[in-house]
Structures are given as C-alpha cells and as structure tokens.
C-alpha cells in the first residue's frame, strides 16, 4: 500500500483561484521523487496540503493512515518536512544554531538525540562553520540550507523540498544531491519541486509532470524526458544533453553525461 495517497484532490483559494484539479497520486515509502511543470502548474499547492498547510477543497490526501484534514499543521510537521522555496519564509532566530535546534526541541527529542541530529544537519548541509552567525548575514542561497538542515534536524520520514536549486551553483548543486542521496540510504521519503531538468534527471527514481492544475504523467526520468507529447503539453524540454544526443542521432533514453559518454565511445 502507498505511503502518500492523493485521491480525486482539488484546491481553491479563498479568492476563487483553482489552484489544483482532481489529482490522483501515490507515492511509496522511501521514493525519491520529482514534480516538475511550468509555474501555475500546481505544484507548490499539491505539495503544502502534504504537511497541512493548506487542506484539500475537495478528495483525501493521506500520509501512512493520516488523513490531513483531521491534524493541524504541526501535527503534520512531525512526520512531513517542508523546506519553503524562499528561505526567508522560514527562517525566523537570530542564529543558524537556534534555527536548527528549534525544530528537536520543539519535539522534545532527548539531549542526545537532539545533539547528535543538530550535528549531522550543519556536516551535510556544510553550514558548521556559519553555525553562530545570523541566517540572515548569510548568501541566499547558503540560508536555503539553513531551512533544510532544520527539516533534517527533526528527522522528519517525509521531506518536501521547494525549488532547492533556485539560485545555487555548482558546489551548491551537488551539495543537494548529496543530501538527497544520503536522505533516501536512509529511508526518507523524498519529494523535490524543481525547473532544473539536469538535477532532475541525475538524481531521482520517479518524476511527476504537472500542467494547468492536473498531473499529465508519471515515471522513470528516461520515460519523462523522452516523452515528446508530454513535455509539449507541459512546455517543458529534456536536459540539454538528451536534446545534443538525439540531433547527434546517439540514440533514445540518453539522459545523462555519463550515458552521453558511452554513447560516443560506441560510436567510435
């Protein structure tokens, strides 16, 4: 049985906006998975009604045996981890150290166990140097790892991240996929809302295609990204080396550099 389960799920806005329409979805425990689409797409608000932040106008969104109309948003928050895309929506103490520690405390983990997760949040995230400086002294895009190692820090079996790579660079990029790996080893369930078709494409088992409110399709990377009438419907394009690969006439399904690589070495 699926861990995560949408079923026939809409949204409106208070001011009369559909947001999201009568989408089906499930999403198995410890999944790594993408959802991607233009913005408006309904992305965003399919994933906020994961951790409560906003409820469902119509169908059942479910999390194990949770059904989240019947819990509050903390409540949620315990089991379904949401790193905003504007960190600056998120972070509200005057340290790195306070931000991270808020969320174990709060859930009242021991000493030891709070100690032990604050430690591993600012190692992975590469934020133990910053640890005692103001969030808000650092880069943007350094403060986007602030709000994910407070998501780490509670140990949360769902993460929902928003956007992570928007305004990374390549040292930051890779930083995420570190994360992400190390975060599925361990059984997390995964869920990363991204434009990035080249992070996409590296890092993630299933990605879900939205488009004008409603999912279009879901799969493999290779069964996405070589789907020409979906990516059309959703105006999306495959990574730049599926598109370089295929004017090239190396083949189908050719999605990373690596396949690239082998590719061309077949052919010579």
């Known amino acids: 049985m699926s861990y995560i389960k949408l079923r026939d799920v809409s949204f409106m806005y208070p001011n009369g906006v559909l947001a999201v329409e009568n989408i089906n979805l499930e999403i198995e425990k410890g999944e ?34 949770m059904d989240t109309r019947e ?8 089991v379904v981890g949401y790193v905003f895309q504007n960190p600056d929506d998120q972070i509200f103490h005057p340290s790195v150290i306070d931000e991270v520690e808020f969320g174990p405390r709060i859930l009242k983990f021991d000493e030891k166990k709070k100690n032990e997760l604050v430690d591993y949040a600012l190692e992975i995230t590469g934020l133990k140097q910053h640890k005692n400086e103001n969030p808000y002294d650092l880069p943007h895009s350094v403060r986007k790892f602030v709000t994910i190692a407070s998501i ?7 993460m929902v991240f928003d956007e992570p790579t928007a305004g990374q660079d390549l040292v930051g990029i890779q930083r995420l996929s570190d994360i992400l790996k190390a975060m599925h080893e361990q059984g997390k369930t995964l869920i990363t809302i991204t434009h990035d078709m080249e992070f996409v494409a590296e890092n993630f088992d299933r990605v879900v295609v939205m ?21 059309d419907a959703a105006m999306l394009k495959p990574p730049h080396i599926s598109r370089v690969c295929r004017d090239l006439g190396l083949g189908s399904n050719i999605i990373r550099i690596e396949e690239a690589i082998d590719a061309i070495m077949a052919k010579i």
Do not use: C, H
Not at 152 to 158: L, R, Y
């Open 71 to 78: 819990y509050t948003t903390a409540q949620m928050s315990r």
């Open 152 to 158: 780490i820090a509670m140990d949360s079996q769902v």
């Open 32 to 65: 790594n998975v993408a959802i991607i689409g233009q913005n408006g797409a309904g992305k965003t608000t399919t994933v906020k009604m994961l951790n409560g932040l906003l409820k469902p106008t119509k169908g059942v969104v479910m999390i194990g045996d």
């Open 211 to 231: 488009a004008n409110k409603k999912i279009l399709a879901a799969g493999t990377a290779k069964e996405i990204f070589w789907n020409s009438d979906v990516l």
